[in-house]
């Protein structure tokens, strides 16, 4: 398979968390895995990453699963070295719109980047799949994508 044939992805900020809570246990674990072992590409915006920063900085973070701020910025450092950055649309240019407008940043990048797919559990983007103002876009859960790829 060539570079070019292989999917380009938005992941959702709680599938690369639980990932990171959860090591090696669980669907999200294997997506990043499968990411890791360079089956898919993984776009990324700046506002995607201070999402995910911002969210492993939490208190609650260090306190429940020991993510102290030094292993959150290592992260993030590696996301930044390790995705493709693109350019997202400007929320104001998009053609659909999620019921929550924070996750608006995942479309934004989604189809800015011209992504294959956007992953995510998240019912607010999920309920968008199939819309055609995604055009090729397709919403998925881990399972999905998993699965079809």
Same mark, same amino acid.
């Given at each position: +398979?060539?570079?070019?044939? &292989?999917?380009?992805?938005?992941?959702?900020?709680? =599938?690369?968390?639980?990932?990171?809570?959860? &090591?090696?246990? $669980?669907? %999200?674990?294997?997506?990043?895995?499968?990411? @890791?072992?360079?089956?898919? *590409? #993984?776009? +990324?915006?700046?506002?995607?990453?201070?999402?995910?920063? !911002?969210?492993?900085?939490?208190?609650? +973070?260090?306190?429940?699963? !020991?993510?102290?701020?030094?292993?959150?910025?290592?992260?993030?450092?590696?996301?930044? =070295?390790?995705?493709?950055?693109?350019?997202?649309? &400007? =929320?104001?240019?998009?053609?659909? *719109?999620?019921?929550?407008?924070?996750?608006?940043?995942?479309?934004?990048?989604?189809? !800015? $980047?011209?992504?294959?797919?956007?992953? %995510?559990?998240?019912?607010? /983007?999920?309920? /968008?799949? $199939?819309?055609?103002?995604?055009?090729?876009?397709?919403? #998925?859960? #881990?399972? @999905?994508?998993?699965?079809?790829?």
């Amino acid at each position: +398979m060539t570079d070019k044939n &292989k999917p380009v992805v938005v992941i959702d900020t709680n =599938l690369f968390i639980n990932a990171l809570i959860r &090591k090696s246990r $669980g669907k %999200s674990s294997q997506l990043i895995t499968d990411w @890791q072992e360079d089956r898919f *590409h #993984v776009a +990324m915006s700046d506002e995607l990453i201070e999402e995910v920063r !911002g969210v492993l900085k939490r208190e609650k +973070m260090a306190k429940n699963y !020991g993510i102290t701020p030094e292993i959150a910025e290592v992260f993030v450092t590696e996301l930044r =070295l390790s995705t493709r950055f693109v350019t997202p649309l &400007k =929320l104001t240019d998009l053609p659909i *719109h999620s019921r929550d407008k924070k996750d608006d940043i995942f479309l934004a990048c989604a189809l !800015g $980047g011209d992504c294959d797919y956007l992953i %995510s559990h998240d019912e607010d /983007l999920l309920s /968008l799949a $199939g819309s055609p103002e995604l055009e090729k876009l397709k919403i #998925v859960t #881990v399972a @999905q994508f998993l699965f079809v790829r």
